[in-house]
């Protein structure tokens, strides 16, 4: 089907434009995609695609939300009302248990918990709950012994932090981030949707699978790691549906801080442009210093990780980007968006699709997407 990209790049960044639009016309069924890029507080690339989405449409981003949580427990450690190497107990003393009070804030946002989801799992209402989360997980025994292994703690994360944040401010994570980071720079994602745009916002949208696609789906399903399904909530009586989850109210109005964010791309991008430059007028959020901690592996010594079977790549609560460069950091969502910032470079990329990408909710074209930014950037720079 034909879908006319619409948007614009600034001079030199045009490749970008190019790969998006091939990207576009090589897809079956409308991604209902946006990118956009800041270059040193510049946007210089302003793109979207769909029967059914604009440049100001809003939507779930899933595990990009991610990267705003961790945006907040930066900012805190960098303001020292989180030590990083203190135990989480020493914020939340009924966190303990089963090796729990050795646990640190450090070790925490990487994954290391052992916390990835209770025996009972969470039904919609209650996994857009992070507070109900948090109590409940207080209370379970962990699936490893907290700090020796790692483990992607999908639906979880943000509510495990959050709770800590919450202890240490007196306000909820979503608060601070409110206040701190989102309404400061007007940004366009938001966790817990306001009433006010609701017209604005468009539907998660399943994936339209080929025959082919389809086996191959079904194929891999008999063969996934045994935590896989508990880290999603996939091993309940009524698994959960990540399409679902993204599109309930609930989740949308309480914007959960592990994967329920309402966002655009031209948010995602702006997020990372002000965490490592000045974006209107503003000087970066994070130091030098602390975008390098945040960028720094954590744990990679302990994998694999025990959720995904993969050798993974968790920074402070964020995703290092090997593709882009040592000193980048961000976070990918489960429909195939991307977000990540790079100070090496000055670049900060926002991609979002409503349409979930194949397989698995990965999107394909992020490396050529992402190439084609790194490239115009270094010409930029040579120029």
Known sequence: MRVDVNGTVAAGWEPVREEFGAF????????????AVYHRGRRVVDLWAGEDTGPDTLSGVFSITKGATHLVVALLAQDGVLELDRPVSAYW???????????????????????????????????????????????????WEPGTAYGYHAFVIGALTGEVVRRATGRSLQ?????????????????????????RWKPVLDTVLTPAQAALRAAGAAHVPELLPVAFNWHREQPMDLVAFANHPRVRALGPASAGGTGSARGVAALYAAA???????????????????????????????????????????????????????HSGAA????????ATGVAYGYTRRRFGFPGGLAHENAALTAAVLQAAGDAGRG
């Open 276 to 330: 490592i430059g000045v974006l209107d007028g503003r000087p970066a959020l994070l130091t030098p210093r602390t975008a390098a901690e945040a960028a720094r592996p954590h744990g990679a010594e302990l994998g694999p990780d025990r959720v995904t079977g993969e050798t993974d790549h968790f920074a402070l609560g964020f995703e290092q980007q090997p593709a882009v460069g040592p000193a980048a950091f961000g």
């Open 24 to 35: 576009v016309a090589a897809e079956r069924s409308s991604p209902e995609a946006q990118l």
């Open 93 to 143: 003393p009924e966190f303990t248990g089963e090796g729990k009070e050795r646990l640190t804030v450090r070790q925490l946002v990487a994954h290391q918990a052992g916390l990835v989801n209770t025996g009972a799992g969470f039904d919609y209402e209650e996994i857009a709950d992070d507070a109900l989360i948090a109590a409940r997980l207080a209370r379970q025994k962990p699936y």
């Open 336 to 343: 195939g968006g991307q977000g990540f910032a790079d100070p």
């Open 175 to 199: 608060e601070v981030y409110e206040e701190r980071i989102r309404a400061p720079f007007g940004l366009d994602l938001y966790m817990g949707l306001p009433e006010a745009l609701e017209d």
